[in-house]
């Protein structure tokens, strides 16, 4: 029993940055909060929309209406990050949000809601998103001690992934008892108890040498990106993992031709639950250090347990695969992370945090589009096991072509050890203040 203890305590998540950061804490805590609120307004929409027209297509529209203003203001969010202080900027847009889910809670409790505020709002809570993410994304550099910053992945990720497990159902029970009224009613309620939390956060001002965001401060942030090409790795191949292997859109169709209707539910959160059980037992991804490898073995072990999910014919083999994929990508997630969060400087932190945003919401969307048109010319289980055999493909292509991400090690990258210094200085200078 007790030479076992030691190994399950370094499988358990990292509590440091939680310790030894308020304004982490408060952070943590109202990411958890919006988290599962969001998932109420997720699941609602799309019903709300079924129920008004009954029209699968008028559900699909309401991602056409989502990806622009989230692509647009993803980039603008970021040189907005770099200009002013992070923590308003995240006040601002989560006031904003929770006025336009009082937007659709009044639009719920009108004796016939209209169907073109739904739409309306989606485009604008996607804009909100998009302006707030890189904020979030960059502040938790700012809050976190350098080497803590991993853990602080770590710590985010579990209660996201919970949320993705748990929040779905639990909307599903909320709506289909109370109605979608009560649902956004209580997203509403969500985003006040996380207005608070964020209030009681210290400032977060952009550093001496800001600039006004323009088109030519983006330009500087994909200019930066640009030149390093260990980023421009890791942009590309988590555009690739996702591509080629993230087929959510079959779902319903792998599900009939398995004859496991019932188990439509399971396949969507079976990547959340992989990811959960890594997230939760990921103590051991603050110790690695090269995260270029990390980045690659799991990129690599999300495309293979994608195509083996394709080849089983066994609906519960499928379901171990998809955990599986989801316990990939959430290593993956860490390796991105921490590459970016370690070796990025501050004054650019925002920008690149934009970029990132299109990174890993570009890819879904596009993989959605690859799933359904292969699947349209090969099947079903055709276009899964493909999908999964040509992302390994391409991040091993990637991986070739890219050697400096592979070599990358945050004890020697010159990158991460000014970053580091940067933090360092910028620790000493609030102690002299304080």
């Excluded at 008004?52 to 559900?59: D, E, R």
Aim: hydrophobic share 55%; aromatic share 8%; net charge positive.
């Amino acid at each position: 029993m007790t030479s076992t203890a030691p190994f399950l305590r370094r499988l358990l998540p990292d509590l440091a940055p939680w310790r030894a950061s308020r304004d982490f804490r408060l952070l943590w805590l109202s990411g958890c909060v919006t988290g599962f609120g969001s998932f109420l307004s997720f699941v609602a929409l799309p019903i709300q929309i079924k129920e008004l027209t009954g029209s699968t297509f008028a559900v699909g529209l309401v991602g056409a209406f989502e990806l622009v203003p989230l692509v647009v203001f993803g980039l603008w969010g970021g040189a907005l990050a770099d200009a002013l202080d992070r923590r308003r900027l995240v006040l601002l847009s989560e006031a904003g949000l929770a006025l336009l889910a009082a937007l659709m809670l009044a639009n719920s409790l009108l004796p016939h809601p209209l169907l073109w505020p739904i739409y309306l709002v989606a485009a604008l809570t996607a804009a909100l998103a998009g302006l707030q993410r890189p904020a979030l994304d960059s502040t938790v550099p700012r809050v976190v001690a350098h080497d803590q910053l991993p853990a602080a992945f770590a710590l985010n990720s579990l209660y996201r992934n919970v949320a993705s497990v748990a929040g779905p159902p639990l909307a599903g029970v909320v709506v289909a008892v109370a109605g979608a009224r009560s649902a956004y009613a209580l997203d509403l309620l969500t985003f006040l108890v996380s207005l608070a939390l964020i209030a009681r956060m210290r400032p977060v001002p952009p550093v001496e040498s800001a600039e006004a965001p323009s088109l030519r401060t983006i330009g500087q942030g994909l200019a930066y990106a640009w030149s390093r090409r260990d980023l421009l790795g890791t942009y590309a191949i988590d555009l690739v993992a996702m591509l080629f292997a993230y087929p959510v859109a079959l779902y319903p169709f792998l599900a009939s031709e398995l004859d496991a209707e019932w188990a439509l539910g399971l396949l969507y959160g079976a990547t959340a639950a992989g990811a959960l059980l890594v997230a939760a037992t990921g103590g051991w991804t603050a110790r690695v250090h090269r995260h270029g490898r990390m980045l690659l073995f799991a990129a690599l072990g999300w495309g293979a347990a994608v195509a083996l999910a394709g080849l089983v014919g066994n609906v519960w083999l499928v379901l171990l695969f998809l955990a599986v994929a989801g316990g990939a990508d959430q290593v993956s997630g860490v390796a991105r992370s921490t590459i970016w969060n370690q070796s990025i400087p501050d004054q650019l932190r925002g920008r690149l945090a934009g970029v990132e945003v299109l990174s890993y919401s570009v890819g879904p969307q596009l993989g959605q589009v690859r799933a359904g048109g292969m699947a349209a010319l090969v099947g079903v289980r055709g276009s899964i096991w493909a999908g999964g055999l040509l992302c390994v493909a391409g991040v091993l292509a990637l991986t070739a072509a890219v050697p400096k991400l592979l070599a990358w090690d945050s004890r020697t990258d010159p990158h991460a050890l000014a970053v580091r210094e940067q933090h360092e200085r910028q620790a000493q200078q609030a102690a002299g203040v304080s």
